[in-house]
């Protein structure tokens, strides 16, 4: 048991921070329930946190003592393992693009998988399913546009492309009318209202 320990937490040490452990990745080393009874161990001694129902994380050790991984690592590992979209919520994309000085206070992401919560040590990290539409450019800031406008809402979306024109460069808007069809009629309507305006896009 105490081999298997061993090389479970050099799996985790071998992984980038914030790398999402389970179960079903560490079969090589041993059988399911050894698997698991060593996992349990490992929490109990500290050596990793559970974030969840079956997923651990290593905890990171700084100068300043252990922390939790951060939450943006772990939700690139967890995109990356389970094959889901996973992007900022659209209050976090709002504030990162000027549209609000409102700072969220949670880890909030929208992701194509199920809506759960997951424990980074003190803080909780919030996964809300969200429709395809809203996922769509993961990384990029039209992707970004999308999910601040949703937030936002219709009363005051018009405002907020307007104020993205001054911000963005045509490309990134361009990118966002291209995409029209698959968004709700009311947000299509306010960047096509930009489009007809001429404004940026229609140049650039």
């Given amino acids: 048991m105490q081999t298997l320990a061993k090389q479970v937490l050099e799996h985790a040490t071998g992984a980038p921070e914030g790398t999402p452990l389970v179960a079903k990745e560490l079969l090589h080393l041993g059988s399911r329930a050894a698997v698991d009874q060593v996992l349990s161990r490992l929490v109990q001694r500290g050596a990793l946190l559970r974030a969840g129902r079956g997923i651990y994380v290593l905890p990171v050790e700084s100068r300043f003592g252990i922390r939790a991984p951060s939450a943006v690592k772990m939700v690139?590992?967890?995109a990356n393992q389970r094959g889901e979209t996973i992007v900022s919520h659209g209050a976090a994309a709002a504030n990162a693009l000027g549209l609000t000085t409102q700072v969220p206070m949670r880890a909030v992401y929208l992701t194509s998988g199920p809506s759960?919560?997951?424990?980074?040590?003190?803080?909780?990290v919030e996964f809300r399913h969200a429709p395809i539409w809203q996922l769509i450019?993961?990384?990029?800031?039209?992707?970004?546009?999308?999910?601040?406008?949703a937030w936002l809402g219709p009363e005051k979306a018009g405002a907020a492309i307007q104020k993205l024109r001054t911000k963005l460069p045509p490309s990134e808007l361009k990118e966002v009318a291209s995409v029209r069809s698959r968004l709700p009629t009311w947000m299509a309507q306010e960047i096509s209202a930009l489009v007809a305006a001429g404004g940026c896009l229609t140049h650039g």
């Fill in 137 to 149: 450019f993961p990384g990029r800031a039209a992707g970004e546009v999308v999910r601040a406008l």
């Fill in 116 to 124: 759960r919560r997951l424990k980074l040590g003190a803080q909780t």
């Fill in 76 to 78: 690139e590992g967890l």
